[in-house]
């Protein structure tokens, strides 16, 4: 006779954990917005890891990858780590809108060659459209790529003011400085 000996041994796989998050992005058009997804992925995993799947349903058929254009909206994430997968959580998407600048204008008499100071500060409250709490920035070119302070001195042109709300920043607005013959 033979003793026969069994061991047994209990494994437990410990499958990642999904955490719901919110993303925002700035308005591109419409009151939708591009959404770099990637962007979420630390909250989902809230120190955890693995890879972060997104899908359009509940039922994660639909998967969507960056960027994802949408409006406000409810996406699901999941985590997968090896083979094992988390539950599906939600994923707010949130649009944030962007401030509109209002177009102003300012005129000052010519200094005698042509050219005149303009004190920017005085356009800003215009510019604000409201927004108390944002900051303005002027621009020499439509782009936004050459920013300029005040006082700017000049021969009448046109200049851009762009608003920043601390989440987005307006399209640029055209500000004509108009310079006026003695």
Known sequence: CMDIETERMLVRVRCPVANSALLEACETIFGL?????????ADVLLGGQGLVEYFR???GTQKILSPFTSGNATIYARVVDGNCKSALVSV???????PVARRTS??????GSGSASFDLSKLTGTIKN???????????????????GSPIYTSSTTIYATLDDGKCISKPVAIDLTVLAK
């Open 57 to 59: 349903d509940m039922a």
């Open 33 to 41: 917005a591009a959404f770099d997804l990637e962007n979420a992925d």
């Open 92 to 98: 707010q998407l949130k649009v944030n809108l962007l």
């Open 106 to 111: 300012a005129r000052e008499c010519d200094d």
């Open 130 to 148: 409201g927004n108390n709490g944002a900051i303005v920035r002027f621009y020499s070119d439509a782009g936004t790529t050459q920013e300029i």
